[in-house]
């Protein structure tokens, strides 16, 4: 396919230690001898999840997103906790977000939502057959559950109203790939 073109590392330094990641400048070579500074965040894994209904509707959230100063329409998602399995974590959040439990849960794909800088491996998943279900979210999340229908799915990807990359790339797979089609 193509030829691999690596840096090596010449030294690692970590100058930032938190919760769910860690800031890494790494001092490499390029593969044409010079020297460059790589900043890396170390962040924890994660599952998003694309909950849809018997009816084909699915389930979003709304949530207020500091870091980027506007409120968001995201799949729910969540960080896997410690040696937890992806699809129980996808479980949990599920219940946690929108209080739901999938009997069937299906893993779609695994993508890095910023390779460029962030090691977040976040795997994708489907549940279906869901069924109310709470666990008690976390309590720095003010979360509003918000249904879309099928149809309208198209028109969210193609407007500019998701600006969430999990949510696109699952709901983009959901419209090609989905039951129902």
Same mark, same amino acid.
């Given at each position: 396919? $193509?030829?691999?073109? !690596?840096?090596?590392?010449?030294?690692?330094?970590?100058?930032?230690?938190?919760? +769910?990641?860690?800031? !890494?400048?790494?001092?490499?070579?390029?593969? /044409?001898?010079?020297?460059?500074? !790589?900043?890396?965040?170390?962040? /924890?894994?994660?599952?998003?999840?694309?909950?849809?209904? %018997?009816?084909?509707?699915?389930?979003? +959230?709304?949530?207020?997103?500091?870091?980027?100063?506007? %409120?968001?329409?995201? +799949?729910?998602? &969540? +960080?896997?906790?410690?040696?937890?399995? $992806?699809?129980?974590?996808?479980? !949990?959040?599920?219940?946690?977000?929108? &209080?739901?439990?999938?009997?069937?849960?299906?893993?779609?794909?695994?993508?890095?939502? /910023?390779?460029?800088?962030?090691?977040?491996?976040?795997?994708? $998943?489907?549940?279906?057959?869901?069924?109310?279900?709470?666990?008690?979210?976390? %309590?720095?999340?003010?979360?509003?559950?918000?249904?879309?229908?099928? &149809?309208?799915?198209?028109?969210?990807?193609?407007?500019?109203?998701?600006?969430?990359?999990?949510?696109?790339?699952?709901? /983009?797979?959901?419209?090609?790939?989905?039951?129902?089609?």
């Amino acid at each position: 396919m $193509f030829e691999s073109v !690596r840096e090596q590392t010449l030294a690692q330094r970590t100058v930032y230690t938190g919760r +769910i990641l860690n800031l !890494r400048v790494d001092d490499v070579t390029l593969p /044409s001898g010079k020297r460059a500074i !790589r900043e890396v965040v170390e962040h /924890s894994p994660a599952v998003g999840i694309l909950p849809v209904l %018997d009816d084909g509707t699915v389930l979003l +959230i709304r949530q207020h997103r500091y870091a980027v100063g506007e %409120d968001m329409l995201e +799949i729910p998602a &969540g +960080i896997v906790e410690g040696d937890e399995p $992806f699809d129980e974590a996808a479980r !949990r959040e599920l219940q946690e977000e929108v &209080g739901y439990y999938p009997e069937h849960l299906r893993e779609i794909g695994r993508i890095y939502n /910023s390779p460029g800088f962030s090691t977040e491996l976040m795997a994708l $998943f489907v549940a279906t057959g869901l069924r109310p279900s709470k666990l008690q979210e976390d %309590d720095d999340e003010y979360i509003s559950v918000v249904p879309v229908a099928r &149809g309208e799915i198209p028109a969210l990807l193609a407007g500019g109203t998701l600006r969430d990359a999990k949510t696109f790339a699952a709901l /983009s797979w959901w419209i090609a790939f989905g039951e129902g089609r």
